[in-house]
């Protein structure tokens, strides 16, 4: 029993399984970003199609209840992926994501028609750039982020209560601080939600114990969770520096 044991740690065997981590771990990343993707591309394009056809937004300006539902869909649809995560089957999350990223590109639409073109792209490529440098940290760093992650948990709670506020106040000085810190905080959310997805995906099949299609769930919240820190990345930066249409 002890040379088997001593068999099963020789460097051979250890480099073997840090291959086989590495492996699943990039798997499970590659097919979290591909989700990712997918909903910005989704996203992008509804956007698009409804700020270039502004009259299809009428009967939603017109129509308060209307307006309230497309405001407030996203967030059901969240609630609804996370909290039914163990019940809803892969396709089913995969279809609501779908059409939770084409709602989002609608509620963006009004956005676009708020700001200029330029300062739209701008703020996006800068946006994209923020955060593939820190997923690109998040991914290769050795330092644990669990710490930093609950840090910039607590900034996210202070944001939502602050908005929440200022959604009453209007205070123009309020709503650029909290765009600030907004920045500050889905920048160091990206890193340590990137870690952690690649430690999650090291972990997956580690027993036998996770099934493909739960992995493939995991993926999709996955690529939900780094979607959700992009979009409100972009968000921030255009309420700082976006400049509105005359």
């Known amino acids: 029993m002890d040379l088997q044991n001593h068999s099963n740690s020789t460097p051979e065997h250890l480099f073997a399984n840090q291959t086989v981590t590495a492996t699943r771990s990039r798997s499970f990343i590659a097919n979290v970003f591909a989700y990712m993707f997918l909903a910005l ?137 909290i765009s600030f810190v907004g920045v500050m905080v889905f920048t160091g959310l990206t890193a340590y939600d990137v870690q952690k997805l690649k430690n999650l995906g090291a972990g997956i099949d580690a027993d036998g114990n996770v099934l493909e299609a739960d992995a493939k769930k995991l993926a999709i919240m996955g690529g939900l969770t780094l979607y959700l820190d992009f979009i409100n990345l972009f968000l921030m930066l255009l309420r700082l520096f976006g400049g509105r249409r005359d």
Do not use: H
Not at 41 to 65: M, V
Not at 80 to 89: A, P
Not at 148 to 177: E, H, K, P
């Open 41 to 177: 591309g989704i996203s992008a394009f509804t956007a698009y199609l409804f700020a270039t056809n502004p009259e299809w937004l009428i009967p939603i300006y017109t129509n308060k209840l209307l307006a309230y539902a497309v405001m407030f869909a996203p967030l059901a649809f969240v609630l609804i992926m996370s909290f039914g995560f163990r019940k809803l089957s892969a396709p089913v999350l995969i279809a609501l994501f779908i059409i939770y990223s084409a709602v989002t590109g609608l509620s963006l639409s009004f956005v676009l028609l708020v700001y200029t073109a330029n300062s739209v792209y701008a703020c996006f490529a800068s946006a994209a750039a923020m955060f593939g440098i820190m997923a690109f940290m998040g991914y290769t760093t050795k330092q644990d982020l669990t710490s930093f992650g609950r840090i910039m948990f607590m900034g996210l709670i202070g944001i939502v209560i602050a908005s929440l506020v200022n959604f009453f106040l209007q205070n123009d000085t309020m709503d650029y601080i």
